[in-house]
């Protein structure tokens, strides 16, 4: 079994212009994008994937790069799934811990308790 230390999680951040349709568009389009290719939307501009180990993030970086807007900011982090494990999540001003198992998260608005959704 690989350690957590090694298993390793993706996080695309960005911060895109917004202002003009053109741009909105352009926005739209990569947040579909990223939903494609496996990420799941953890606030309105931030995507995580788990990808096993690190070498196996290297072909989603590419895509990020190939598909990010030419306007705009976008950050890719990477944590291991220790550190994920880790990860404190407040939602309607109580603390929610996020399931233990790492190979099928499901992280958000759809594992929540009903009583614990988002308004």
């Known amino acids: 079994m690989i350690s957590g230390f090694r298993l390793m999680w993706m996080m695309v951040m960005f911060d895109l ?5 053109k741009d909105r568009k352009l926005a ?5 994008f990223l939903l494609d ?10 995507y995580m994937k788990f990808c096993g180990t690190r070498e196996r993030t290297n ?3 590419k895509r990020v790069k190939e598909n990010a807007p030419t306007n ?3 950050s890719i982090l990477f944590f291991t799934d220790k ?11 109580e603390r929610y811990e996020l399931p233990k198992r ?18």
Not at 17 to 21: L, S
Not at 28 to 32: E, L
Not at 37 to 46: I, K, L, P
């Open 28 to 32: 739209s389009r990569f947040r579909k």
């Open 59 to 61: 072909k989603y970086v």
């Open 37 to 46: 290719e496996g990420f799941d939307m953890c606030q309105f501009s931030v």
């Open 17 to 21: 212009p917004v202002t003009e349709d």
């Open 83 to 93: 550190q994920f494990g880790n990860i404190i999540n407040i939602f309607n001003r």
């Open 102 to 119: 790492s190979a099928q998260y499901v992280l958000f608005e759809d594992n929540l308790p009903e009583n614990k959704q988002p308004q």
């Open 72 to 74: 705009g900011k976008v």
